[in-house]
């Protein structure tokens, strides 16, 4: 595996743990829809919550959020409703994303929740 899948999969898994320390549910990670992914889905009370996970191994170029791009958005709420279709859940969604900063330790540097709405993407 290439040392940028390994930052991304580190940055996945302290991104996960963050949001359970939050009291979130995680109910799937790296969940796909053809070529598309969701890197966490979690449930935050009566909310399922849909997180993109950004992590940089340094903050010279660009925050990590800002890596999400409209395409990204676009495509993870595509995938969000395939998810909630196929799991016949019936809950209002959330689109979050958690940026991480792959330091030494490696740190959650921003959790955004609601950080867009997919019918802000119209």
């Keep these: 595996m290439s040392e940028h899948n390994d930052v991304?999969?580190?940055g996945e898994a302290l991104a996960a743990?963050?949001?359970?320390?939050?009291?979130y549910e995680i109910v799937d990670r790296n969940w796909r829809y053809g070529p598309k992914e969701i890197d966490i889905v979690a449930r935050d009370g009566?909310?399922?919550v849909f997180?993109?996970?950004k992590t940089r191994s340094t903050l010279a170029f660009e925050l990590?959020?800002?890596a999400v791009t409209k395409k990204k958005m676009k495509n993870l709420v595509e995938a969000a409703d395939a998810y909630m279709i196929q799991n016949n859940i019936d809950l209002e969604g959330r689109f979050d994303i958690v940026a991480v900063l792959n330091g030494n330790p490696p740190k959650v540097?921003?959790?955004?929740?609601?950080?867009w709405?997919?019918?802000d993407l119209l």
Aim: aromatic share 4%.
């Design 8 to 10: 991304g999969r580190e």
């Design 17 to 23: 743990n963050f949001l359970q320390q939050k009291g």
């Design 109 to 115: 540097i921003e959790h955004l929740e609601g950080a």
């Design 117 to 119: 709405q997919a019918n």
């Design 51 to 53: 997180v993109e996970v």
């Design 46 to 48: 009566d909310t399922m």
């Design 64 to 66: 990590p959020q800002e």
